[in-house]
């Protein structure tokens, strides 16, 4: 009797020490940044976002227009209001959620 329950103690011990028995939790080749769940979240994220992006595209526009008046037609310093108003993010990513890609409210004016 003492030799089987050593024997079955001494094969459990194998089995519980067998790494081939023992796998992560979670997989970690797979990418969960573009789920289901993050595609959901970022629609529902960009409504009220893209309503907001809009506003200040609307009034980055119209403001642009008394600018472009006062400064005597001068288009850099139009182009330096109403460019990074209507530019820019529009409409979220997972990639966005995640951070891997950044979210520009206003737009960088490009140089010239």
């Known amino acids: 009797m003492r030799s089987q329950i050593g024997l079955v103690l001494a094969f459990s011990l194998l089995l519980a020490a067998s790494p081939g028995w023992a796998g992560p939790c979670e997989d970690p080749t797979v990418d969960t940044s573009s789920g289901p769940a993050m595609k959901a979240a970022a629609w529902v994220l960009t409504i009220p976002y893209s309503a907001v992006k809009g506003v200040m595209a609307l009034f980055g526009g119209i403001a642009s227009i008394p ?20 530019s820019g993010t529009f409409v979220l990513t997972p ?18």
């Open 67 to 86: 600018i472009y008046v006062l400064s005597l037609g001068n288009e850099a310093a139009t182009r330096a209001v109403w460019l990074p108003a209507v």
């Open 95 to 112: 990639a966005h959620l995640t951070g891997k890609q950044p979210i520009r409210f206003l737009a960088k004016c490009p140089e010239g």
